[in-house]
């Protein structure tokens, strides 16, 4: 039998001459992306020009979901769609501090929760400023310290963040521009073994949202709330025999071992994250709409109310009832629903709404997030 040439494809010589053709091709395309990502950042750059004359907003959640949505469906693979969406989520996060850096506040520090979701929704390309409170996030919104606040909204475990619907109440102004799903994935984190951890510290809903896990695995830990779950991880890294709950970005950044992972007592953990900011949202055809009201105190009157969704034929994703802070024992409830509260049956569903209620607040219509993991 012949003996292949040393040049064929299955010799030493043949796969390395192959290799090198495609790191070639490689590196044209990299140079033809690069040239192409640099134009789309100058069009950026005079895009932002023109916003600046009509005063308009940096963060066009509208339009950056657009964008998105119109490369999803042109993408014909092999990437999937969750890397399409990172490749532009740091283009656009780069185009838009072209423009000029944005400010985002959150609550927690380095790769809490919330960071995680600031990362997910902006990029890279901000300053992500972390303050003590959810409050702390309305109020630096409120003065326009910076662009956009990210707060909790629900969770799937704990249902409501009762912190953030407060402030809704007291600040009222502030508009809901966009929402995060972020499945969150809890971890135990600390710099000595498991069974010589006597504390274990994380944000109160953390500790929740693994309470079964802890009790099995660490029943000799007390379990001590804080802040955010930096701080936890904080405590973690200086304290002997403290562990925390955490995000696997959180152990990193604190140079800390993961114990376990995937703590989380349900596989389904999800917490939803708002964006508050100071605008107005323009329709994309996938929008939910934001509201929250209170209907006198008599029978049936919170049922007249949400029939009118039914009556024309509007989906609710979300209703919460919270004290109203008066004297009579009264309630606000908050609501969410797909649909764009510029939308012809929304608008008569919002003007009906406004004659049964004694107080209706449109909180915004923003883009439907897709749920991503942390």
Partial sequence: ????????????????????????????????????????????IDIGRVKQDQAGDIFSPAREEEV??????????????????????????????????????????EYSYSH??????????????????????????????????????????DGRVADTLEMFIRLPQLKICSEIRLRIHHHLIANCEQQEIRRVYSKGNALGQCRAWLSKNVPHASQHEVSSTADAARLAQSEPGAGAVASRQAAVRYGLKILASN????????????????????????????????????????????????????????????????????????VDFEGHAEDPKVKRTLSSLADKCEMLTVLGSFPMAQITEE
């Fill in 263 to 334: 703590i989380e007592d349900s596989p389904f953990n999800e917490t939803r994250f708002a964006v508050i900011a100071n605008q107005e949202v323009a329709k994309t055809g996938n929008d939910k709409t934001a509201v929250m009201f209170k209907v006198s105190h008599h029978p049936g009157s919170l049922v007249d109310a949400l029939n009118l969704f039914k009556a024309n034929k509007i989906n609710l994703t979300w209703i919460e009832s919270f004290p109203a802070r008066t004297q009579k024992s009264e309630y606000i409830f908050f």
């Fill in 1 to 44: 039998m012949a003996r292949k040439s040393e040049s064929g494809s299955n010799s030493p010589h043949g796969r390395t001459a192959s290799l090198t053709s495609l790191r070639t091709q490689i590196d044209k395309l990299d140079q033809q992306i690069l040239k192409l990502i640099n134009e789309r950042a100058s069009l950026a």
């Fill in 68 to 109: 998105i949505r119109n490369l999803l469906d042109s993408n014909k693979g092999p990437l999937e769609p969750t890397s399409i969406r990172a490749i532009y989520r740091e283009i656009m996060s780069g185009s838009r501090s072209l423009q000029r850096l944005m400010k985002i506040a959150y609550l927690g520090g």
């Fill in 116 to 157: 995680l979701a600031v990362l997910e929704k902006f990029g890279q390309s901000v300053e992500a400023i972390p303050v003590n409170s959810i409050s702390a996030v309305f109020e630096a919104v409120n003065r326009k310290d910076v662009d956009c606040g990210v707060v909790p909204l629900e969770n799937s475990t």
